[in-house]
């Protein structure tokens, strides 16, 4: 077996394993942070395939601001302070394994340079002028365009219903009504009064 086979199954064994924790923990920050382990392991199996973009995009959108914004709201929810400490030194333990999982997944990646010597040999790859993001765009705008448009349809389909759930009338609840604030009328909502004056206020 060669080292890049030890590696695919190195990090395969961390995503299944942190997959399976985000569903089967009851805490949600704990089920955040295997996530965005989760997320991490799957980029560095798209690395070692030479899909670095993919990777990197990953990275960037899913672990550094989704998962972010996650965590914030978790954190953010519950105002007290004492609380608030308290769950940090709770999830220091978990965060810095975390963190030392994918220290040493970097560590993995970044020896993927001795892949071309004879001990540890390793499939043959694309040439330095090949684009990973051009031959992605051209797959996915050719050959899978129309699974592209229904996963885009799905995607559609899912936030309607994510909107249709949330707004509900409730009847404690005041609503603006723009149609009929666009009909208003001056003399609908001011009135001219005259009041007498009073003695003092001609002195």
């Not at 996530?35 to 392991?41: D, E, I, K, T």
């Not at 978790?74 to 709770?90: H, S, V, Y």
């Amino acid at each position: 077996m060669s080292f890049l086979q030890v590696i695919f199954y190195v990090f395969s064994t961390i995503l299944v394993a942190s997959s399976l924790m985000v569903i089967t923990v009851r805490n949600p920050v704990r089920a955040a942070l295997f996530l965005v382990l989760a997320f991490f392991s799957a980029a560095c199996i798209w690395l070692t395939l030479e899909a670095e973009f993919l990777a990197i995009t990953l990275v960037l959108v899913y672990v550094g601001a989704v998962m972010v914004l996650f965590l914030f709201v978790i954190m953010m929810l519950d105002i007290d302070i004492a609380k608030m400490r308290a769950g940090f030194t709770n999830y220091l333990p978990l965060g810095l394994l975390i963190a030392i999982l994918m220290a040493g997944e970097l560590v993995l990646v970044m020896l993927s340079k001795d892949f071309g010597s004879t001990s540890l040999p390793r499939p043959a790859g694309q040439g330095a002028d090949y684009s990973n993001t051009k031959a992605l765009g051209e797959l996915v705008y050719t050959e899978y365009v129309f699974v592209f448009e229904l996963a885009a349809v799905i995607l559609l389909v899912a936030i309607i219903a994510a909107i249709s759930l949330t707004l509900r009338r409730r009847p404690t609840t005041r609503y603006q009504a723009p149609e009929r604030q666009v009909k208003v009328r001056k003399a609908d909502r001011v009135r001219m009064v005259t009041l007498p004056s009073r003695p003092e206020d001609d002195q």
